[in-house]
């Protein structure tokens, strides 16, 4: 259909279609940019068929769409092909906790070999299932550098198994939680493991971005982890 071949004349191009992701994230040759061309689930699985031969593409930006579940499972079926994928943009879309389990599961898979460094699923629809399913990736995750949940509906289980697997990686530089409904008890547990705010004078300072609902730290795995009073008081 006339849908499958426009998207086959995007694809065997790599075509850049703008010159950013509307979120600044820079595209180049090897980014396939369909942020905002209302590609609905349907639209989805067609590009995909197309993107299992397309080998050495780096970034695939498709958010600002109406992608759910639906279109996702499609997606996940061409993520193993797609060996050279460093960022994959799936932000403001309909996307829930089966779309986030989904692409856990996948980037967990054996067959999925590529340095993914950022993955962005904010403003979506996912809860806490999806959310720890995220979370048991990132534990075993050593590549991954950028990783947004912000704005879904995220509470405080999923954000307690979210920070423990922080402390399980050391890869991730900014995390974010911010417009979820994250706030309970076990939240500061989970705190009070990851490290302190950096007060390290080494330049070599291994420093991570946080940023939760009220607040964002810098933190640094370098340093002593915060005490229950540094907690209380942010």
Excluded at 27 to 45: E, F, Q, R
Excluded at 79 to 92: G, I, K, M, Y
Excluded at 120 to 145: P, V
Aim: hydrophobic letters at 40%; one cysteine or more; charged letters at 15%.
């Amino acid at each position: 259909n006339e849908t499958g071949k426009s998207f086959k004349a995007v694809v065997d191009g790599i075509t850049e279609i703008d010159s950013e992701a509307g979120d600044g994230t820079d595209t180049g040759a090897d980014t396939l940019n369909m942020s905002g061309k209302g590609i609905t689930d349907n639209g989805l699985t067609v590009l995909c068929n197309e993107l299992r031969v397309s080998t050495n593409l780096q970034g695939l930006l498709l958010n600002n769409n109406v992608i759910g579940f639906e279109g996702v499972t499609g997606l996940c079926g061409a993520l193993p092909v797609l060996s050279q994928l460093h960022t994959l943009n799936l932000a403001f879309n309909r996307l829930d906790s089966r779309a986030a389990s989904a692409i856990a599961n996948t980037i967990k898979s054996h067959s999925f070999n590529a340095p993914l460094t950022t993955l962005l699923l904010d403003h979506n629809e996912i809860s806490d299932q999806g959310a720890i399913d995220l979370a048991s990736m990132l534990s075993n995750n050593t590549t991954l550098k950028t990783f947004w949940l912000d704005h879904n509906h995220v509470q405080a289980g999923g954000a307690d198994a979210l920070l423990e697997s922080l402390v399980a990686t050391d890869s991730v530089t900014s995390f974010g939680l911010v417009g979820n409904n994250i706030n309970g008890p076990k939240l500061g547990k989970s705190l009070g493991l990851l490290p302190a705010v950096c007060v390290c004078p080494s330049p070599n300072a291994q420093l991570f971005s946080l940023y939760l609902s009220l607040f964002s730290l810098s933190l640094c795995r370098l340093c002593p982890r915060p005490s229950e009073k540094t907690l209380h008081n942010l």
